[in-house]
């Protein structure tokens, strides 16, 4: 009888993962400082404390990116954080219950910030944004959140997600009305665009990496528009020519690894994955609760990672089957994946781009890759080096701009507001 009562409450837990209900009502956890590590993390960069925060966040790496605008008005990469749990597949998120993480460019206002959440602390994302809405899609409540169990949401861990929602609080309370929120399925990579080139989301990916471009050149805010049922990004012409010559060299890159071999494949999640460093850990949690994660919802097949199917350029292609991942787990049965992809640190290449385009290039070290203790070292931070800077390119031909559209802000934790009957849809001059 009580392990039946166990299973029942691990299985509303998993169904309300991401459903945030205020019950921590009376903590000052949401007042905790920044730690002194990252201060001082800071001011090496030259960055402070009150500067304007963007977050990246990307799925199949596991990773969350905290950016700071500096001295210089531009935005520099101020830490990378390990996720402890996505859910469902790569791809963008399309209706309730699908349990997929969305991917696209969101805002995250004051009052979307919940001192009071059921999982420490946690923010959301702002999903749907205008953009969804314009293709039907539905759900809520899309968080960044503590604990490692996810039902739609980033999921960190408690110590990690007090320190960005510190850095956050920060920002929004000096002055910052939103901060942008970036979500991507895999970091804009030529060799990551060439081996899912055969992938169904390939346009949506595409256009997101248009986004991802725009902020490597300028390092500042994208400025989104949604038109055409597609995101359009607006930029003065001189930024609008080195993105042109960035896309164009990327997409050279493509077609040589291509030429030399590189196959298609799709990667089939059990249910969404762990960051490489949380693997071992995860995998050794022999309930549904860990002393150090909390609540780890849907283990079977996190100690194995995503199945790589190989895809075939030339024949028809048919979609592979992926789990029911809408459905809550019936049992923690670990189910291993076959031809585990490498898990080996990801770093971002940053090939130079042709005629003087613009580059970036970070020599900064994610803290969680300096551990010699395994996992526990995770809850510790340690400074790393400044990010790189280059110049940019000599301008070619404009580019129309695409007037601005602000998402509206939504309280938090009220019910979200109902979508406008029409779309606010820019179209260019």
Same mark, same amino acid.
């Given at each position: 009888m009580m392990k039946r009562i166990a299973l029942a409450a691990s299985l509303v837990l998993a169904l309300a993962a991401c459903q945030d209900d205020n019950l921590s009502r009376?903590?000052?956890?949401?007042?905790?400082?920044?730690?002194?590590?990252?201060?001082?993390?800071?001011?090496?960069?030259?960055?402070?404390?009150?500067?304007?925060?963007?977050?990246?966040a990307?799925?199949?790496?596991?990773e969350l990116e905290v950016w700071k605008r500096g001295s210089n008005g531009k935005y520099a990469l101020l830490k990378t954080?390990?996720?402890?749990?996505?859910?469902?597949?790569?791809?963008?998120?399309?209706?309730?219950?699908?349990r997929q993480v969305p991917e696209g460019f969101y805002t995250v206002t004051p009052a979307q910030m919940n001192p009071n959440s059921n999982f420490y602390l946690s923010f959301d994302t702002g999903y749907p944004n205008?953009?969804?809405?314009?293709?039907?899609?539905?759900?809520?409540?899309?968080?960044?959140?503590?604990?490692?169990?996810?039902?739609?949401?980033?999921?960190?861990?408690?110590q990690n997600v007090a320190e960005i929602y510190a850095i956050a609080r920060e920002a929004l309370g000096a002055g910052q009305r939103g901060f942008q929120f970036q979500s991507y399925p895999f970091r804009m990579t030529a060799e990551n665009l060439a081996k899912h080139r055969l992938d169904p989301n390939i346009a949506f990916w595409k256009n997101?990496?248009?986004?991802?471009?725009?902020?490597?050149?300028?390092?500042?805010?994208?400025?989104?528009?949604?038109?055409?049922?597609?995101?359009?990004?607006?930029?003065?012409p001189d930024s609008a020519s080195v993105v042109a010559q960035k896309r164009a060299q990327d997409e050279q890159e493509v077609a040589e690894l291509v030429a030399k071999g590189e196959k298609p494949i799709k990667l089939v999640y059990n249910d969404g994955d762990t960051h490489e460093s949380f693997r071992t850990a995860l995998a050794n949690v022999t309930g549904v609760t860990d002393s150090k994660l909390g609540y780890?919802?849907?283990?079977?097949?996190?100690?194995?990672?995503? /199945?790589?199917?190989?895809?075939?350029?030339?024949?028809? =292609? &048919?979609? +592979?089957? !992926?789990? *029911?991942? $809408?459905?809550?787990?019936?049992?923690?049965?670990?189910?291993?994946?076959? /031809?585990?992809?490498?898990?080996?640190?990801?770093?971002? =290449? &940053?090939? +130079?781009? !042709?005629? *003087?385009? $613009?580059?970036?290039?970070?020599?900064?070290?994610?803290?969680?890759?300096?551990?010699?203790?395994?996992?526990?070292?995770?809850?510790?931070?340690?400074?790393?080096?400044?990010v790189a800077e280059t110049v940019q390119a000599a301008p070619a031909a404009p580019v129309a701009p695409v007037a601005r559209m602000e998402p509206a802000a939504k309280a938090v934790p009220q019910k979200r507001a109902q979508a406008p009957s029409k779309v606010n849809v820019a179209a260019a001059d």
């Open positions: 009376g903590s000052t956890r949401h007042l905790a400082p920044i730690p002194p590590a990252t201060m001082a993390l800071m001011s090496t960069k030259g960055m402070s404390k009150d500067d304007p925060i963007l977050v990246r990307y799925k199949k790496e596991s954080y390990p996720v402890c749990r996505w859910s469902g597949q790569l791809g963008p998120k399309n209706r309730e219950g699908d205008a953009f969804d809405r314009s293709l039907g899609r539905n759900g809520g409540d899309i968080m960044v959140h503590g604990s490692c169990s996810s039902r739609g949401c980033f999921a960190m861990t408690d997101l990496k248009e986004g991802a471009d725009a902020f490597e050149v300028t390092k500042d805010e994208v400025r989104v528009a949604v038109g055409r049922g597609r995101y359009e990004f607006n930029l003065d780890v919802s849907r283990i079977d097949g996190i100690s194995s990672g995503p /199945q790589v199917i190989a895809l075939n350029d030339s024949a028809p =292609q &048919t979609r +592979p089957e !992926a789990p *029911a991942t $809408a459905l809550a787990f019936a049992s923690m049965k670990e189910v291993p994946a076959t /031809q585990p992809e490498s898990r080996a640190a990801v770093t971002q =290449q &940053t090939a +130079p781009v !042709a005629a *003087a385009a $613009a580059a970036t290039a970070s020599d900064e070290t994610p803290f969680y890759k300096k551990m010699f203790g395994g996992v526990g070292d995770l809850f510790s931070t340690s400074a790393a080096q400044p």
